[in-house]
């Protein structure tokens, strides 16, 4: 079975900053990889997902996230962090069937 | 799209007492998911629907706990009785027939008194 680990529960940035998330999961195959922003009392939105292809991958709110199968990483960032992205955000990954295994999640807090 | 759609949004309600919680999927979708958010567990799949048939209910914490999908736009998760440790974010989700991505709702927010 698959599972992910965020190694960050909790981090801190400056406004204008960048971010960058962590997100390791382990699966034998290629996974399907997703992130989910959480915006206190919201549900989950979905940020980017990764199948396959360009292992750079687009995402909304300006962000971006980076496949890399030798280190089985998924790692989130962004260059220029803005208050609003003070949110709760979860990795996930799924096998192909209807599975989605997520990460504790990281808190990110955006100081001014 | 007005997306996936839950009800209520806030539930407050004492031990004993029977809960329902509503979800109306994202039109065109044929596979809906329960979840349940606690600060100990993280997001825990409850129970998922494919085609209105449950597939995989072996999250279903205890027999307290049932969920139906009587047509394609319509789901329900019930708790009775309701228990304290039952308090948490209950979230509905869906996805596209040969789509893996899921698509939440906002949440309800049970309290169990």
């Known amino acids: 079975a698959q599972s992910v680990t965020q190694p960050d529960i909790h981090i801190t940035v400056s406004e204008g900053a960048s971010l960058e998330l962590r997100c390791n999961y382990s699966?034998?195959?290629?996974?399907?990889l997703f992130w989910y922003v959480q915006s206190p009392g919201q549900g989950l939105q979905l940020l980017l997902k990764?199948?396959?292809?360009?292992?750079l991958v687009q995402g909304i709110k300006g962000f971006e996230a980076e496949f890399k199968r030798s280190q089985s990483s998924f790692n989130l960032r962004k260059p220029s962090v803005h208050w609003s992205d003070a949110a709760e955000y979860f990795c996930?990954?799924?096998?192909?069937?209807?599975?989605?295994?997520f990460g504790a999640g990281t808190t990110v807090t955006v100081r001014a | 799209d007005a997306g996936v759609i839950q009800s209520p949004r806030h539930e407050v309600t004492e031990m004993g007492q029977e809960v329902t919680l509503r979800c109306k999927p994202i039109s065109g979708h044929n596979s809906l998911f329960w979840y349940r958010q606690t600060m100990m567990r993280g997001l825990e799949l409850l129970i998922y629907?494919?085609?209105?048939?449950?597939?995989?209910d072996s999250g279903m914490p205890e027999d307290r706990f049932s969920a139906k999908m009587p047509n394609a736009s319509f789901s329900t998760l019930k708790i009775q009785p309701s228990e304290p440790r039952d308090s948490a974010v209950y979230f509905c989700?869906?996805?596209?027939?040969?789509?893996?991505?899921?698509?939440f709702g906002p949440g309800t927010r049970l309290l169990v008194l």
């Open positions: 629907f494919n085609n209105n048939v449950p597939i995989d």
């Open positions: 989700a869906s996805t596209p027939p040969e789509g893996e991505t899921q698509y």
């Open positions: 990764y199948f396959s292809g360009d292992t």
């Open positions: 699966y034998g195959a290629t996974p399907y």
């Open positions: 996930a990954v799924g096998a192909g069937d209807y599975k989605l295994s």
